[in-house]
């Protein structure tokens, strides 16, 4: 049974960092994307980042271009998202999904595996 769990959300300040984690048991890394989804009160869930687990291509939303960085570590089994110069706009549930589309990496519900999600919350 795979299993995603992300932890690192928290609370900061206007500028401030977290770094999001997710691991993954029971699934294996293969040609899809692993990404980072999140979504506001009365919002649609949107894409964030994600991550082409054959070959490591990266891909962002422009909102987060210069700002987020995904990554991955095999040996962890592991993907983070390193969120730096934060903004109030950035709060939201962040969420984790694997086994998605490499062509159509922001499209939620072509991800099969889903996180229970760790809130991020940015105050100004």
């Known amino acids: 049974q795979v299993q995603l769990v992300e932890s690192g959300g928290g609370s900061v300040q206007a500028g401030g960092s977290l770094r999001l984690s997710c691991a993954a048991s029971g699934y294996t890394y293969s040609s899809n994307c692993m990404g980072w989804f999140r979504q506001a009160p009365g919002k649609e869930r949107e894409g964030v980042a994600a991550?082409?687990?054959?070959?490591?291509?990266?891909y962002y939303a422009d909102s987060v271009k210069g700002r987020f960085t995904i990554s991955q570590d095999n040996a962890k089994n592991t993907v983070y998202l390193q969120m730096n110069s934060l903004k109030p706009e950035d709060t939201a549930m962040y969420f984790c999904a694997a086994d998605g589309p490499v062509g159509s990496w922001r499209r939620w519900d072509e991800y099969n595996y889903w996180g229970q999600g760790t809130q991020v919350t940015v105050s100004s």
């Open positions: 991550i082409y687990t054959g070959g490591g291509s990266t």
